[in-house]
């Protein structure tokens, strides 16, 4: 089995995705979607629902997301785009997306029935998106650039929606691990991922803009 995920984890603070909190890192308590605000004319804008997103090159992809229950400020009026996601906030996103039910079964010795990525992991896992390294999952370790290439390749093959094998080239191809490489090549030749003046950065932590971003359009692209 190819690992797709260090073999050590590194304890950290987890940014909250999907419940209410005050907009600082903390422990996510939760796994609560609060409905969109609505401003005066009835419209969910980032006037009305994240002050931080407001001219912000994700806050269309981010509000939309919003609406549809996949993702959540962290209260407050905040959304804290720029803050970096982990595995398991990331694997609810897509749990969320492709409308899995949760399942509570312990597959990972650091994933717990109690914790609130339980369910979400445990649905991940059934339906093949994601792996770990067979043991251990990492929930709270921020997911990186390639990784999420990897789960989002693995969540439109299990709704049935192929992309293309188009070879990606990027300046940094050579920094792209093995085993997300044909994973990378699909997102961009499907324009769910781009890079950053033709480096795509593949071990960067992912941002909360940035995986809402590719989640956003591969929800596009589920729809046609």
Same mark, same amino acid.
Request: net charge negative; aromatic share 10%; glycine share 8%.
């Given at each position: 089995? $190819?690992? $797709?995920? +260090?073999?050590?984890?590194? +304890?950290?603070?987890?940014?909250?995705?999907?419940?209410?909190?005050?907009?600082?890192? @903390?422990?996510?308590?939760?796994?609560?979607?609060?409905?969109?605000?609505?401003? +005066?004319?009835?419209?969910?804008?980032?006037?009305? !629902?994240?002050?931080?997103?407001?001219?912000?090159?994700?806050?269309?992809?981010? &509000?939309?997301?919003?609406? %549809?229950?996949?993702?959540?400020?962290?209260?407050?009026?905040?959304?804290?785009?720029?803050?970096?996601?982990?595995?398991?906030?990331?694997?609810?996103?897509?749990?969320?997306?492709? %409308?899995?039910?949760? %399942?509570?079964?312990?597959?990972?010795?650091?994933?717990?029935?109690?914790?609130?990525?339980?369910?979400?992991?445990?649905?991940?896992?059934?339906?093949?998106?994601?792996?770990?390294?067979?043991? &251990?999952?990492? +929930?709270?370790?921020?997911?990186?650039?390639?990784?999420?290439?990897?789960?989002?390749?693995?969540?439109?093959?299990?709704?049935?929606?192929?992309?293309?094998?188009?070879?990606?080239?990027?300046?940094?191809?050579?920094? $792209?691990?093995?085993?997300?490489?044909?994973?990378?090549? !699909?997102?961009?030749?499907?324009?769910?991922?781009?890079?950053?003046?033709? @480096?795509?950065?593949?071990?960067?932590?992912?941002?909360?803009?940035?995986?809402? @971003? @590719?989640?956003?359009?591969?929800? %596009?692209? &589920?729809?046609?």
């Amino acid at each position: 089995m $190819i690992a $797709i995920f +260090p073999s050590i984890a590194t +304890p950290q603070a987890t940014p909250v995705i999907f419940c209410s909190a005050t907009p600082q890192l @903390m422990k996510r308590s939760g796994n609560a979607l609060a409905n969109p605000s609505i401003s +005066p004319d009835g419209k969910n804008t980032a006037e009305a !629902k994240f002050s931080d997103l407001i001219g912000h090159w994700a806050d269309e992809a981010v &509000l939309y997301l919003n609406e %549809k229950g996949i993702v959540n400020g962290v209260g407050n009026g905040y959304f804290l785009p720029d803050e970096n996601v982990t595995r398991a906030e990331f694997a609810a996103m897509l749990v969320k997306l492709g %409308k899995i039910d949760e %399942k509570n079964v312990r597959i990972f010795s650091d994933v717990s029935e109690s914790d609130w990525f339980g369910g979400v992991v445990g649905a991940a896992y059934s339906a093949e998106i994601i792996k770990g390294d067979g043991t &251990l999952f990492f +929930p709270n370790r921020n997911i990186t650039r390639e990784d999420i290439c990897v789960m989002l390749e693995r969540l439109l093959n299990y709704l049935g929606t192929e992309t293309d094998a188009e070879q990606a080239v990027f300046g940094d191809n050579d920094e $792209i691990s093995e085993y997300a490489r044909g994973a990378v090549s !699909k997102m961009a030749a499907a324009g769910i991922t781009v890079g950053y003046e033709n @480096m795509f950065r593949p071990k960067a932590s992912a941002t909360r803009a940035e995986a809402a @971003m @590719m989640v956003y359009r591969a929800y %596009k692209l &589920l729809k046609g």
